[in-house]
């Protein structure tokens, strides 16, 4: 296939601007939105400390991470100390317990990849999963959050990029394209890697925050208010950003030998990684490190068929905001088959 090439964006680009801002403001949560979740969550702890009084909850995954749209569902990671009991019981045990709150549709998906108890909450109208000692989701929610306070553009562009793959189909892992963790992953690192640089590469600056979880060291600095003009001498506009963005994973990316990675803010190859072949379902087909659990690629659900699918996207995306007379609304249009 041939490769187009594009130097130089078009020169109305950042006119473009305003009506992506708008969009971004149109998908931000109100703030009675956010003091909901805190709401369900302050109940729902007091409801499990009955039972278990050192057990803590913990909000993770775009309610936690500065970049979830409204009303999305709430997720929450309940941690406990219990190495008698194996992690089923515990759900089990959890659903029990919650079932004597004032909740609806409890219930325990034990057969799930990751175990959950569901539930919905009428006071709030909120909908939560809960998960048992996900504590590497708390603490990559926290690594997303704090680069997010860095600079808003990488929120905008998030913001963006999320609800353009949810509009396109491309945010489904069960079909085979990325979850919205990967798509904040790479608006992150993409951020990294402007020139000049629009977010610093925390986990390469000496650490103030380190936490050890499951095994993996997790260690960054996290003073990110001392890093508030950091970006200062980059004045890219959010319309420029996106078209560099799309540009990028539809034109530039080397899929064959590249691995982007948040944790070293650089691109690092898939050869010192051995992730060159297939092993089991992993098919490295786009590589996107985790930055916690390095040995984790947050591409490997995607597979031959859908890798062609996600880069007609991002070439369409492209083209979208190179050629179109009206971005903002093509780009979003719902996908079609
Ligand atoms: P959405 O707005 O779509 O709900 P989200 O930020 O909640 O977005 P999800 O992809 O649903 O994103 O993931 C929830 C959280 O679970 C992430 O923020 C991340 O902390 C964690 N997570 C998800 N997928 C992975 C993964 N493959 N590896 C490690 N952590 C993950
Ligand atoms: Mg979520």
């Not at 993996?216 to 980059?234: G, P, T």
């Not at 490997?300 to 699918?309: A, E, M, N, P």
Request: hydrophobic content about 40%.
């Amino acid at each position: 296939r041939i490769r187009r090439r594009t130097l130089e964006c078009r020169w109305d680009i950042d006119a473009l601007t305003p009506s992506f801002l708008s969009i971004f403001e149109s998908l931000v949560p109100a703030e009675e939105e956010i003091a909901k979740q805190k709401q369900l969550l302050f109940s729902l702890q007091n409801l499990v400390n009955k039972e278990w009084p050192n057990a803590r909850l913990y909000l993770y995954g775009s309610c936690a991470n500065s970049f979830g749209v409204s009303n999305s569902d709430i997720d929450v990671c309940f941690a406990i100390d219990d190495t008698d009991r194996n992690k089923l019981d515990i759900l089990l045990k959890l659903a029990d317990v919650l079932q004597s709150g004032n909740l609806q549709n409890v219930q325990a998906l034990t057969r799930a990849r990751v175990p959950i108890v569901k539930l919905m909450d009428p006071v709030t109208g909120l909908s939560c999963d809960i998960c048992i000692n996900n504590l590497l989701a708390v603490v990559n929610t926290k690594l997303l959050k704090d680069y997010s306070q860095i600079d808003g553009r990488l929120r905008q562009l998030a913001f963006i990029v999320k609800h353009w793959a949810r509009s396109r189909r491309v945010n489904e892992t069960y079909q085979g394209t990325l979850s919205s963790y990967a798509y904040v992953l790479m608006c992150i690192h993409f951020l990294q890697l402007r020139k000049p640089a629009i977010l610093p590469c925390l986990q390469a600056l000496e650490a103030t925050y380190a936490v050890t979880v499951d095994n993996v060291e997790c260690a960054y600095f996290d003073q990110v208010e001392k890093l508030h003009d950091f970006s200062a001498r980059n004045k890219e506009s959010i319309a420029r950003l996106l078209w560099a963005f799309f540009q990028y994973w539809a034109y530039h990316h080397d899929y064959t030998n590249d691995v982007i990675s948040v944790r070293t803010g650089s691109i690092i190859s898939k050869q010192a990684k051995d992730w060159t072949r297939r092993i089991g379902n992993d098919r490295h087909l786009i590589c996107i490190e985790d930055p916690f659990e390095i040995s984790h690629d947050l591409g490997r659900v995607v597979d031959k068929y859908s890798i062609k699918i996600l880069r007609e996207e991002f070439e369409r995306a492209a083209d979208i905001l190179q050629y179109d007379r009206n971005p903002s609304v093509t780009l979003f249009e719902p996908y079609a088959p």
